[in-house]
């Protein structure tokens, strides 16, 4: 799977992202809790140097609560503040804005000792693509300041936001990286949705899902589309080759979910649109791609 997707105008944001960190205070740097490693762009880490941060692991509800833990420890034994939400339902919230508040509190007081009086604290929100920084800002704000959409790319242009009494938010667009480091990064992101789906096939994402979870999770893979150990054992023995094995796999969640075309065919691109629905909205269950060993 070769991914490469940088538009014009992700050059053009990073380019007035470190325009604007010199006005910044705060940095809330929004992950998806799903792959926090993948959806951290690596020339923002370069850009942002010694701003205080906040790394927020969104879609908590989406990964494994165990992993989630780990993750929030992982942030923390490295000096960083991390807090767990799902800006979808208002999970987490109360516990950032208090988080924002004690930061900014403390920025005050240093500001006040230089006789400065009346500023307000900047914070930016920065993050990749589709991982929900505007329904996260909307409920920081409590109101809808921010537009949402549900495919990546959807906030096209920076916004100031008053989110509380002495503090403003800048919004900006989400921004990937020139080059994904690794097929894996590329895969993480292409399950989760930061890429455009139109510029991906539809039917190898649904297969490296599969391939996925059938060796990380396979298990809640069998119990979704209804499948048995027995399955998958007589696949194997009767397939050698392993991405056929996989494609059959994919065969028989179709036949049970009836995507199948005239002829008594496979319809492929169904399937593969079953199985990459179900694995986003975590109808397949709560799952961490990316875990602490």
């Not at 950032?96 to 000792?113: G, P």
Request: glycine fraction near 6%.
């Amino acid at each position: 799977m070769n991914i490469n997707w940088y538009p014009g105008h992700m050059a053009k944001t990073r380019r007035q992202i470190m325009e604007d960190l010199k006005l910044i205070d705060i940095v809330l740097e929004l992950l998806d809790a799903r792959i926090p490693i993948s959806s951290q762009n690596p020339d923002l880490q370069e850009i942002i140097n010694n701003k205080k941060r906040i790394v927020i692991l969104n879609k908590c509800d989406l990964a494994d609560e165990r992993e989630n833990k780990k993750w929030v420890n992982y942030f923390k034994n490295q000096g960083i503040n991390a807090i767990l939400t799902d800006s979808n339902q208002g999970i987490g919230i109360e516990n950032l804005v208090k988080k924002i508040k004690e930061i900014a509190n403390e920025n005050l007081e240093q500001i006040i000792k230089k006789g400065r009086i009346g500023k307000s604290i900047r914070v930016m929100i920065l993050g990749i693509p589709n991982v929900g920084k505007s329904s996260l800002i909307n409920r920081i704000s409590k109101k809808a300041s921010a537009g949402v959409g549900n495919k990546p790319g959807f906030t096209k242009q920076k916004q100031w936001i008053r989110i509380m009494e002495g503090i403003e938010l800048l919004d900006t667009p989400g921004i990937l990286w020139p080059k994904f480091e690794s097929k894996e990064v590329a895969l993480n992101l292409s399950f989760t949705g930061t890429i455009k789906d139109e510029i991906l096939e539809k039917t190898e994402i649904g297969f490296y899902i599969v391939k996925w979870l059938l060796e990380h999770e396979q298990e809640k893979l069998l119990q979704r589309y209804k499948l048995t150990k027995e399955d998958i054992q007589n696949i194997k023995k009767n397939i050698q080759n392993s991405n056929e094995q996989i494609a059959e796999v994919m065969n028989q969640i179709a036949k049970k979910r009836g995507a199948i075309i005239s002829g008594g065919y496979i319809d492929e691109e169904k399937i593969a649109n079953i199985i990459i629905d179900d694995f986003r909205n975590g109808k397949i269950g709560k799952i961490t791609l990316e875990k602490i060993n």
